[in-house]
């Protein structure tokens, strides 16, 4: 057995859903990384680099390349992240950025990109069925994973807002894929993802008259 097949191999059985190491663990450093996010400090994104690479693991040897699309996303956009908040004025000296809401122009570019992408990788995965087992899901997670993370990365605090629509579908289809871990734990993000959004939310307000990356409009 190689190191691939250790990662991916049944940790324990779980309410009768049976729980891989690669999945446990990528999603616990998952939940760190969200945790360091509410908190605006900038370790989130080298734990969401680290859980990546072990959920990359865990659903290419599941063959849903949607999701393991979106991990590849995850790991390129933790270093864009990683490398905007270090280079963000608005930081404080315990580490965290300012946050903003996006604007209105930003949100229709935002959400046209997510539609615009969900279509194109949809339509990929349909007529590239050995890329994906559920296409149109799968997109949907890969495609909103990017912008939500794009969001992040530029501190608008409607990021959150994005999660929750890729935990919507991401639940589900972990469940059906064998992946019960990542359904229980995405339970957890979504109570996380409501706290971030109100510790954001207030705290954009203290910061509307900061400015809040290098780069981007105050």
Sequence with gaps: ??????????????????????????????????????????????????????????????????????????????????????????????????????????????????????????ALFTAVPTLSWDPWPDAYIFVGTVVAMYAQARGMVDFWFAWLLVDAVGVPLNFANGFAFSGFVYVIYGALVLWGLRDWWLRSREDTRRPVLEGAPA
Aim: aromatic content about 12%; overall charge positive.
């Design 1 to 122: 057995m190689n190191w691939l097949d250790s990662l991916n191999s049944e940790a324990f059985a779980l309410f009768g859903q049976h729980i891989k190491w690669s999945d446990m663990t990528g999603n616990v450093i998952g939940l760190i990384a969200l945790a360091l996010g509410w908190r605006r400090s900038i370790w989130t994104w080298p734990a969401q680099l680290f859980s990546g690479v072990i959920l990359l693991a865990a659903f290419a040897g599941a063959h849903l390349s949607g999701s393991a699309g979106k991990q590849l996303v995850v790991i390129t956009v933790a270093v864009f992240g990683w490398i905007q908040w270090n280079r963000g004025r608005g930081q404080a000296q315990d580490g965290s950025i300012a946050v903003r809401f996006a604007t209105w122009r930003e949100r229709a570019a935002l959400l046209g990109a997510a539609a615009a992408g969900t279509l194109a990788v949809g």
